[in-house]
DNA sequence: CCAAAAGTGTTACTTTTACACCCATGC
DNA sequence: GCATGGGTGTAAAAGTAACACTTTTGG
């Protein structure tokens, strides 16, 4: 059961994070599975009173994932009353989940202020649940598990500013390894659009963005022809996102 | 000097707006001037413990500009612990802004939920001070006066969303008068995106878009050539807000 | 009659789309 | 040797950018 110290955070306050990963071309988010519950929750949590609010995400990342210096933005603050459950403390306490005296605490109306991360799949070895939950898993964002309050329309939102996102800004340093196929890096855009692109004409409009290093090696052991390995040029690309050019796609 | 009820507001959180209007080719926001002293603020205020925030946003618009069906939309939560000026609520008490009494209030960390808001210029007749304030009134972007705590960069964050809007979706229809030329429309244009743009290329375009409806009608009474007047054809302008459509300038 | 803004069309250029063939590899 | 995905080129279409002349009006 969860021992917390409410008086140092900020009162009405949280964060959620929307941790995106790519995986078998699949997009993925990372949920919390309550303890003894099939109820899934975003990791976040309060603000601590003298945090800024995104180093507060910063460290509920690094704690769930091991993962220092994530790929973080925030998207959107969620404060109508309605998503306050008014049934939700008592479930909390019924559940075990919480202790009696936080009653008050989670009572509260809270607003939350919503971010979304980029993390790369392989790397989140073994994620970790928190205090009241006893798994931390990568779920299909198209087959998510039920979620506490209004955690789905917040991933919803998180994918929906990551699709736009897409149209001003290079992505996929943060979500891929080191080295991909350019097959890889159409996936993922594929993924996150969820529409169909066309292979040459991917690569064509990629590559004219000069973000692209061929590593001259191949990814071998695979069936059929083996396909070329790129890297993003990270200082193109780090360009690229300040200029923040229209890649329309 | 304020008296308000502090108890019936939600603790740490607080709103601003940014209220954009267009007049005279220059991009305006409405300012607050603080009483008896040259510092000037963003129209804003506390969240009612039982109001959405989009809510509170709207009510204080209302106040200050007698407009109700104000377009609204959040941009940023401005959370850093930087932003809370130690010496600002004795600042307001010194110059007699507010009563002691609400010190401990107004020295909580805040944190800010930023809208901006699109409102056509002449509708507002006269913009309403509040209880600290002694003026309210239009401020070019361009020219501010000195603002309150990080409220300038709150102003700047928003043109800068205003901006990326732009990109996405049409804008003019809460930000000009009913009937408009075609010169004033393309002025709007500019002045948000600081830029020039082709008068030939910009007519073409953005009739291209069927969102205009042509009145048949001229404006008479000034100089040269009677330019025609046109409206928006509001159904046509929200299906094509909606739809989002990728209108790269 | 002239200065100033309004209105209109064409051409070159760039970007986007659609599409078909050969290549290399593991099985 | 063949199925499968990798790699390349080209032509048509659409969109963008640059640019010049005529029209109308108030003064």
């Excluded at 949590?45 to 800024?52: C, E, I, P, R, S």
């Excluded at 390894?177 to 066309?198: C, G, H, K, R, V």
Aim: hydrophobic share 40%; with cysteine.
């Amino acid at each position: 059961m969860a021992e917390i110290d409410t008086a140092s955070f900020v009162p009405s306050l949280a964060i959620d994070c929307v941790v995106f990963g790519f995986h078998e071309n699949e997009l993925k988010v990372l949920l919390l599975k309550l303890t003894g519950v099939d109820v899934w929750a975003l990791p976040g949590g309060f603000v601590d009173k003298n945090k800024d609010l995104e180093k507060a995400a910063i460290d509920t990342l690094e704690v769930r994932t091991g993962l220092t210096d994530i790929f973080l933005r925030q998207f959107h603050t969620f404060g109508s009353i309605a998503r306050n459950d008014p049934n939700h403390p008592k479930f909390l306490i019924d559940k075990g989940l919480i202790s009696e005296d936080l009653f008050d605490w989670f009572n509260q109306r809270f607003v939350t202020i919503g971010f979304y991360a980029l993390v790369e799949y392989s790397q989140v070895k073994e994620p970790v649940p928190g205090p009241i939950s006893e798994a931390c898993e990568w779920c299909s964002v198209n087959d998510l598990p039920p979620l506490m309050l209004d955690h789905q329309e917040i991933v919803e939102k998180a994918h929906k500013a990551l699709k736009r996102e897409l149209s001003y800004q290079p992505i996929g340093l943060n979500l891929l390894p080191n080295q991909f196929t350019m097959s890889e890096l159409q996936a993922l855009y594929e993924t996150i659009l969820e529409t169909q692109l066309d292979r040459r004409n991917f690569r064509r409009k990629i590559l004219s963005y000069g973000i692209l290093k061929d590593t001259k090696k191949f990814r071998t052991g695979v069936a059929h022809k083996a396909p070329a390995l790129y890297e993003f040029d990270v200082s193109a690309y780090k360009k690229a996102s300040q200029a923040g050019l229209n890649m329309g796609w």
